[in-house]
């Protein structure tokens, strides 16, 4: 070995807790390679000896064939001096070794080795519904502390066989610290036969499945009868419910699927992917009432593959859970909570530590929406581009996820739910010790909605210990957008379109357009407010919005689903001034044009009326309704008390009413909905854009806020703002609705940390 060297070589990413060191050691070995393999806190850190030929084939095979979790940021390696010795080793990292990452992975979907063992008849893991290993299965579900290993698990009590523990203790085995490694001998197992659950479906009844991160309700989906059960039992009656597909091909079968939508749902993190029916499917109507899409996901657990591995079905697969509490993810809670609901339990014995819903994705030409953040998602961190103090920052009371950071990386939470429940606020509570606990974490700052009546508010108030920064909604939400996309402190225009938010002036914002940074913004547009009779009752209750904007119009006799008392009853409180804050929120602005069409009176959920206006609209339109941009001005109360008072601050109302005018003209002269509702998303599009040019300047743009999730209004704004030549910063890894606010609440807190 005279012509041997030794080189150091330091890898960067996402490569700890993901099979990277056995890798690494079975990569050596091939070569006949000594050395060695260590964490370190930056990532992985190798010694590796041997000829110059095989050191370049070593660094080669570490940047091609690494395992399918890992994600290399940077692989450096330079000469050190030659050590004696031929092995190759991993050298065990300690819980005391200073401030080691904790590299916990999010749960992964079935990998295709493990696939192979299952369907295999030779093999010891066939039709074993917990088979998995460090390329996939359970993480952030099953994980109770640091540092991740068995002991911290809720496999903690399954004590490995001899043929599992071989595996887990052998460096150059597929299992090697695979820390949930089980096999029927010694894992976890079912109540009752999967055959059994199977055939209950078979007849319309509907069975509680236990999954990574809670229970689903299934059933059915080509059984209308059945589905429709379920809505009964579930008190759900409109909101649709996702459903999961045997493979790929199934979901062609009923669905139209680019490259790209392929690709994300057989992606490791297996999200719910919106996309859009087929006609004449076999798919019940009740699945998704009213809805040009549906939420497709393919199986993610062996369990799953060993359902639909039996029986072609299509299941509707819905969060057991009611309303917007979180999801049920114990066996005794499911069964005394859910027996009205489940005809028959399948279940196990793997305790779920952190329940986790389903993450949903609604990918929209090269922009990825992603809807609900949460399984096979979390807890991957977030890059920021700053480093600062560690900050737990509580989001909003909708849509809640909290953001914990620390160092120059930020974790964003699982989608926890909504906190006007009071089921949610335990959930809550148990997901900040959870992952304050994980990562080691004691915060430092809080940063939270400046909304007092929030539950998370009032939260952060009784914590005392730590700096805490209020946070103007809409400030956040594009401070998020910042941050996502790995801004530094820069002034940025920010587009936020939202359905409501706190406004440090007392009215509910939510279409407004900031000049902002990290540390302050100001409000430089806004859609001119209107009143918003009944306050929070009107977003649930579109014809309310819409009794508002038809006020100066007198045309409310356009709204003839709604008994003519109760619209007088309306415009008396809008007379008298009775529970009737103003609002500049686009999303209540939707909510009229839908009501005013007919298309929705009532939200059956959020954002109910404004998705159903969205899918209606004829893609083909290009037309415009007119708009006027004016002078406004509101006495806006100081930020805090530290920052300077800011008086009678002057900006640009955008005014709507006469595109309210022209499509109650258009309605009532029988123009087609799906021209009208294309026109008004025009309309939208185009106002923002154009008030964005008188703005003028050069600053990059971002748009957040709960109406991005909208198609048309991202790609339309995307467009014309970029044909003026401004960047256009939008959201891909993040939530642009509320689960995504306590990134930017986060990133704020940092600088006013300063
Ligand atoms: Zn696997
Ligand atoms: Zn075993
Ligand atoms: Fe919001």
Redesign the pocket.
């Known amino acids: 070995m005279g012509n041997s060297e030794r080189w150091l070589i330091e890898v960067t990413g996402t490569v700890q807790g993901v099979g990277f060191r056995p890798f690494v050691y079975r990569t050596a070995h091939e070569l006949g390679l000594a050395g060695l393999v260590r964490n370190t806190p930056e990532g992985v850190t190798i010694e590796a000896q041997g000829t110059p030929e095989r050191l370049y084939q070593f660094v080669e095979k570490l940047n091609s064939d690494h395992p399918p979790l890992a994600q290399i940021q940077c692989l450096d390696h330079s000469p050190i001096s030659i050590q004696p010795g031929i092995a190759f080793t991993i050298v065990e990292s300690h819980q005391g070794d200073g401030n080691l990452t904790p590299a916990i992975s999010p749960d992964i979907a079935t990998c295709d080795d493990c696939l192979r063992e299952l369907i295999s008849e030779e093999d010891?893991r066939h039709s074993y519904a917990f088979t998995n290993c460090t390329n996939c299965g359970p993480r952030y579900t099953i994980i109770e502390g640091f540092p991740y290993d068995r002991s911290k698990t809720s496999m903690k009590d399954f004590i490995?066989?001899?043929?599992?523990?071989s595996e887990y203790d052998n460096p150059s085995d597929r299992r090697f610290h695979a820390q949930p490694?089980?096999?029927?001998?010694?894992?976890p197992q079912l109540n009752i036969p999967i055959d059994e659950a199977l055939a209950c479906i078979a007849q319309g009844n509907i069975v509680a499945i236990k999954g990574l991160g809670g229970f689903h309700l299934a059933c059915d989906a080509t059984n209308d009868e059945a589905v429709k059960r379920l809505r009964r039992r579930k008190r759900r009656d409109m909101k649709p419910f996702a459903i999961m597909v045997r493979d790929l091909d199934a979901a062609v079968e009923i669905c139209h699927i680019s490259d790209e939508e392929a690709h994300l749902l057989t992606s490791p993190q297996r999200p719910i992917v919106l996309l859009k029916k087929r006609d004449n499917i076999p798919i019940a109507e009740s699945v998704a009432p009213d809805n040009k899409c549906l939420g497709v996901m393919l199986p993610y657990t062996p369990l799953h593959h060993l359902f639909f591995g039996r029986s072609p079905l299509f299941l509707v697969m819905t969060s057991a859970n009611f309303s917007e509490e979180p999801i049920i993810s114990d066996n005794n809670e499911a069964t005394s909570r859910l027996a009205d609901v489940a005809d028959t339990f399948l279940y196990h014995n793997r305790p779920i530590h952190m329940r986790t819903d389903d993450s949903v994705i609604r990918p929209v030409g090269r922009h990825n929406i992603l809807m609900r953040r949460a399984r096979g998602y979390v807890p991957s961190p977030v890059p920021l581009p700053f480093k600062g103090p560690n900050v737990l920052a509580l989001g909003g009371d909708i849509k809640n996820a909290i953001c914990i950071t620390n160092g120059s990386n930020a974790y964003l939470s699982q989608h926890i739910g909504d906190l006007a429940n009071i089921e949610t606020h335990s959930h809550f509570e148990d997901v900040i010790e959870h992952l304050c606990n994980l990562l080691k974490v004691e915060p430092e700052v809080i940063a939270c909605d400046m909304h007092r009546d929030y539950y998370s508010t009032q939260y952060a108030n009784r914590r005392i210990s730590e700096q805490l920064y209020s946070i103007q909604h809409h400030h956040a939400h594009i401070a998020s957008c910042m941050a996502e996309n790995g801004l530094a402190n820069q002034k940025v225009i920010g587009i936020a379109l939202d359905g409501a938010g706190y406004g440090p002036d007392g009215t509910i914002w939510g279409g407004e357009i900031l000049r902002a940074d990290y540390e302050d913004f100001e409000r430089l547009a806004r859609i001119k407010p209107v009143m918003q009779p009944g306050g929070d009752l009107a977003a649930r209750e579109p014809w309310r919005m819409a009794v508002a904007y038809l006020r100066e119009l007198s045309a409310k006799t356009i709204l003839n689903d709604i008994p003519e008392n109760e619209i007088d009853l309306v415009e008396q409180a809008m007379e008298k001034d009775i529970n009737c804050p103003l609002t500049s929120s686009l999303g209540r602005l939707f909510d009229a044009v839908a009501a005013i069409l007919g298309i929705a009176t009532h939200n059956a959920f959020e954002g109910h009326a404004a998705m159903l206006l969205e899918q209606v609209a004829d893609d083909k339109n290009n037309s415009l309704y007119s708009w006027r941009v004016g002078a406004g001005s509101s006495s806006t109360a100081p930020l805090d008390q530290r920052r300077r008072p800011r008086a009678d601050l002057l900006f640009i109302n955008i005014d709507f009413q006469p595109t309210i005018q022209e499509i109650v003209q258009d309605s009532i002269g029988s123009v087609k909905i799906s021209n009208i509702s294309a026109k008004f998303h025009n309309t939208v599009v185009a106002a923002f854009a154009e008030v964005v040019k008188m703005i003028g300047g050069d600053e990059p743009v971002c748009l957040s806020g709960g109406c991005m999730q909208n198609a048309w209004l991202l790609l339309g704004l995307t467009k014309s703002l970029e044909a003026q030549g401004r960047t256009v910063y939008t959201h891909d890894l993040v939530p642009p609705n509320d689960g995504g606010l306590a990134l930017g609440q986060a990133a704020i807190a940092i600088w006013r940390n300063r």
Do not use: E, F, L
């Open positions: 010891r490995m066989c001899q043929a599992c523990r490694n089980a096999c029927p001998s010694c894992g």
